[in-house]
């Protein structure tokens, strides 16, 4: 699998992308994470602090780079981290 490699002419962007099951106990590299689905997320951000994110919309990208996508509390469906 390729990886996005910096250069200073092109912005830093994420170089792939995984669907997502909720867990509460397998976590990943920090990702941000796409909701298709509306729901609740509760995440495990980067810095270790566990957050809900009530009613998100389908569509919408939380811009917090997650570890973890808990599956207490998370109701909201097709989730992507993208990485």
Do not use: E
């Not at 867990?23 to 809900?52: E, H």
């Not at 997650?66 to 993208?82: D, F």
């Amino acid at each position: 699998m390729a990886k996005t490699n910096y250069s200073p002419t092109f912005p830093m962007f994420p170089g792939d992308a995984a669907a997502v099951t909720p867990s509460d106990t397998n976590t990943f590299t920090p990702s941000i994470i796409f909701v298709g689905g509306l729901g609740n997320v509760t995440i495990k951000t980067a810095q270790g602090s566990t957050v809900l994110f009530f009613s998100v919309p389908g569509g919408t990208v939380i811009p917090v780079q997650a570890i973890q996508v808990l599956a207490t509390g998370t109701s909201a469906s097709n989730l992507v981290r993208i990485f």
